[in-house]
């Protein structure tokens, strides 16, 4: 979710309702990132999803924390097996 700046500076999680095909937020409130903390790729208007089946949609996420000198994190998703890695850089 992108509130009209880049980087992103919200997120919202939503769930696939099978029974419909349709995201549903369910309710969920829109979530801010912290003080200092961007995401600077994939860029705006990225979603991961984690199906049913153990699988996802391969993702990679840089996260930085603009209060500390060279603080990045990469969060890999891995599609066949919806694994998650998380290294430091990016």
């Given at each position: 979710v992108n509130s009209g700046v880049t980087p992103p500076?919200?997120?919202k999680l939503?769930?696939?309702n099978t029974t419909t095909g349709t995201w549903?937020?369910?309710g969920r409130a829109t979530g801010l990132l912290g003080d200092g903390i961007t995401i600077t790729s994939p860029g705006a208007g990225f979603t991961t999803a984690f199906y049913?089946?153990?699988a996802a949609s391969a993702t990679s996420i840089c996260i930085e924390n603009t209060n500390k000198d060279n603080d990045r994190m990469k969060i890999t998703v891995k599609s066949a097996t919806g694994m998650i890695?998380?290294?430091t850089g990016c």
């Open positions: 500076d919200t997120f939503y769930f696939l549903d937020d369910a049913p089946n153990g890695q998380v290294v």
